[in-house]
């Protein structure tokens, strides 16, 4: 069992940047990665970003060169560094986890958390 909190969105204008944060909680030690959704008006949850307990990542295309994630030392935390933001970017952001308690080839669960909210709008 995970518990996931995310925080850091505001209203920001074009252009300007937001750092997301996510502390996760609970039985930790079986997470594998950890990622970065969002969810705009109307629309679909998209992936944003993910990272491996390893330091691999991966970007969606509307945020690459824009966006990095990152791990803390303490590998429980993650951040989303968001420069460069447009209107497009406002949605609900929702930290994300990989859990996998017996190992990286074991059972899979995904635990998520309750969202930030971020508004890009001049």
């Known amino acids: 069992q995970v518990q996931l909190v995310e925080f850091g969105g505001a209203l920001v204008q074009p252009g300007e940047s937001l750092r997301l944060s996510c502390v996760a909680s609970?039985?930790?030690?079986?997470?594998?990665?950890m990622g970065w959704y969002r969810q705009a008006p109307g629309k679909q949850r998209d992936l944003v970003a993910t990272?491996?307990?390893?330091?691999?990542?991966k970007y969606a295309d509307s945020v690459k060169g824009r966006f990095t994630i990152s791990r803390g030392s303490a590998l429980n935390y993650v951040y989303l560094q968001m420069n460069t933001l447009t209107p497009e970017d406002t949605a609900v952001y929702y930290c994300?986890?990989?859990?996998?308690?017996?190992?990286?080839?074991?059972?899979?669960?995904?635990?998520w958390g309750q969202g930030t909210q971020v508004i890009v709008s001049s």
């Open positions: 994300q986890s990989d859990y996998r308690p017996q190992g990286p080839f074991g059972a899979q669960y995904t635990y």
């Open positions: 609970g039985n930790i030690s079986g997470i594998y990665a």
């Open positions: 990272i491996t307990n390893g330091g691999s990542t």
